[in-house]
């Protein structure tokens, strides 16, 4: 089952937990969820947290990360480094979690696109990703940071 939304990891673990145990209560036959999340909202979790949640069924996320370099992480506020990338993908390698990592062609802009697309490889290659997938933006003069 995947649970749908932006970002249903946002939820903080004890809901997300009542979720597991309402879904297991009137969909006993799931036994496995994916769901998409930030890497922020993967910090906001302990390993033991997440090891709990593991045990009710959350075996993948899809991680929106878009880029692994740093100044373009900033540029568009993601809020994050690509170091905290690889701290939280590997508090999801330590409980078994599976994830995918996002990288978004043309975040970087003009000015960025290759050590975006360098640095993400770099960031990208040093996790454990099931899959990296990508999707494409464009950025138009005057677009606000903070977009994504």
Excluded at 5 to 28: G, M, Q, R, T, W
Excluded at 48 to 62: F, H
Excluded at 87 to 114: M, S
Aim: glycine share 10%; hydrophobic share 40%.
């Amino acid at each position: 089952m995947q649970l749908l939304s932006a970002d249903p990891f946002v939820l903080s673990f004890e809901k997300l937990n009542d979720i597991c145990d309402l879904i297991h209560k009137y969909l006993p036959k799931i036994e496995i969820m994916t769901m998409a999340a930030r890497v922020d909202n993967i910090a906001d979790k302990s390993v033991e947290e997440l090891k709990i949640l593991k045990k009710k069924g959350i075996v993948e996320v899809n991680i929106g990360a878009e880029s692994g370099d740093d100044e373009t992480l900033k540029s568009v506020n993601k809020g994050y480094t690509g170091h905290d990338i690889l701290e939280q993908c590997a508090k999801l390698d330590e409980v078994g979690i599976e994830y995918w990592l996002t990288f978004l062609n043309g975040v970087g802009g003009a000015d960025y696109t290759k050590n975006h697309a360098i640095n993400s490889a770099k960031i990208f290659s040093e996790a454990n990703p099931t899959v990296v997938g990508t999707g494409g933006l464009v950025l138009f003069e005057g677009t606000a940071a903070g977009i994504i």
